[in-house]
């Protein structure tokens, strides 16, 4: 064999040997550029797989914060004035949609947005403090629970309106605010327990309809 058939048999070999470590090579696509002939090593996140992550990573994240905000201190202020758990988170999520700092254009502060009287007469030295906030929320609704025999929509009313409203009317004011505020609170409070928010009223709302209307509000008054 001459050296140059040598050389090209080597070169040949070399060629192979090349080949076989770069493994199977992408074809052609119909569009000009290539399409592998096998798997990557490592797949690319699908939508599917992502959505799936973030939602493990929100349940396990949600199951150690009480799945809302604050949900662990809610719930102790709950507890501590005989409060349902849900109705107060529900409170605060309208009062404040959990913002500890929020502020309304009337004065309220807080995470359950009380008037700085109300505080003053709850024992609440600073309603910016989270946990002052939600002791001082979690005993005015217990109050009004209690002033108006248990009627939920009533001590709502009353959180939201003042008690003073709603023994005037005999019930709910018929405030489109407040009556908005009961029903949207009422809503959360089912969302929490995990049933399905109340329907709306089929029949026009009135002063003391159980089922009202959607909406927000804060307590304006302590009478």
Do not use: C
């Not at 070999?13 to 052609?28: E, K, M, S, V």
């Not at 939508?47 to 939602?55: E, G, V, Y």
């Not at 404040?96 to 502060?109: H, K, T, V």
């Not at 009287?117 to 217990?142: C, E, F, H, I, K």
Request: net charge neutral; aromatic share 6%.
């Amino acid at each position: 064999m001459s050296i140059e058939l040598a050389g090209a048999r080597i070169a040949e070999i070399d060629a192979r040997i090349a080949t076989l470590l770069r493994g199977p090579q992408p074809a052609a696509s119909p569009t000009g550029g290539t399409e592998a002939s096998s798997p990557a090593p490592t797949q690319p996140t699908t939508f599917s797989t992502a959505l799936a992550q973030a939602s493990a990573t929100q349940t396990s994240a949600g199951a150690s914060s009480g799945d809302v905000p604050f949900g662990a201190e809610i719930d102790a202020a709950a507890a501590r004035h005989g409060v349902e758990p849900a109705l107060l988170r529900g409170l605060v999520r309208q009062e404040s949609g959990f913002d500890p700092a929020a502020r309304s254009s009337a004065g309220a502060l807080g995470l359950t947005q009380l008037m700085p009287g109300t505080a003053r007469s709850l024992g609440v030295t600073n309603p910016l403090d989270p946990r002052q906030a939600l002791d001082g929320g979690a005993r005015y609704l217990a109050q009004q629970l209690q002033r108006f025999g248990g009627d939920v929509s009533k001590a709502l009313a009353a959180y939201n309106a003042g008690p003073g409203a709603v023994a005037r009317f005999g019930g709910v004011p018929p405030y489109a605010e407040t009556q908005q505020y009961v029903q949207k609170v009422l809503s959360y409070a089912a969302e929490y327990r995990g049933a399905a928010p109340a329907a709306p009223a089929a029949a026009p709302v009135t002063a003391t309809s159980p089922v009202l209307a959607a909406g927000g509000g804060l307590p304006y008054s302590t009478t």
